[in-house]
């Protein structure tokens, strides 16, 4: 990638229970999170953006390398004294494979809406502060939409929707980070 600091590969598929159980912890996945929206860093700025200790982040931030989440960032040097250590995301993105042990999936789901619910906080919060342009609020939005398809179907929808997703991202003057979040799964009515 032209970027160094961005993710080297652009997502990573979770099928592996322990790399499940290892994402689904709420620290973790706001580790992750932060790496990506907010760019590399070490483990007392990740501290500082979370709100908690360096200690605690290293020691996720660890894990984390262990499991392939996060990778070092050595393009972002080792600080004046020579010791700091930068960690960066390892993917973009990360999908989440329902045919795995349905406790981990519940724990992952519970944390990554997690995630995503502060995302979405902090813009209503900023948009209440006028923190962002008519044309950012009128471009932002949340949405919901029901079809009837078939599972090559939704494959395909969601293949054109990532392509969509990857069309749009594109570093111009006056872009901003944009969190895309996407779920689609089959549902059976109740009777």
């Not at 250590?85 to 789901?109: F, G, P, Q, V, Y």
């Amino acid at each position: 990638m032209a970027d160094e600091s961005r993710a080297e590969k652009s997502e990573v598929v979770l099928t592996d229970a322990a790399m499940m159980r290892a994402m689904a912890h709420p620290l973790r996945m706001h580790i992750v999170g932060s790496l990506r929206l907010d760019g590399p860093a070490t483990s007392a700025i990740l501290a500082r953006r979370l709100g908690t200790d360096s200690g605690q982040t290293s020691h996720h931030l660890r894990l984390l390398a262990r499991h392939g989440f996060v990778i070092e960032a050595p393009e972002q040097g080792r600080g004046t004294h020579g010791r700091e250590r930068w960690w960066k995301a390892a993917h973009e993105s990360t999908l989440w494979a329902d045919d795995t042990d349905a406790e981990d999936l519940a724990a992952a789901n519970r944390a990554s809406r997690a995630v995503y619910d502060q995302v979405i906080d902090q813009f209503h919060a900023e948009a209440a502060h006028q923190r962002w342009s008519t044309e950012w609020l009128d471009a932002a939005a949340t949405s919901d939409y029901v079809i009837r398809t078939t599972p090559a179907g939704l494959q395909r929808l969601r293949e054109r929707i990532v392509e969509a997703i990857r069309e749009a991202d594109a570093p111009e003057p006056g872009a901003e980070t944009v969190v895309v979040v996407l779920h689609a799964y089959p549902r059976r009515g109740r009777r």
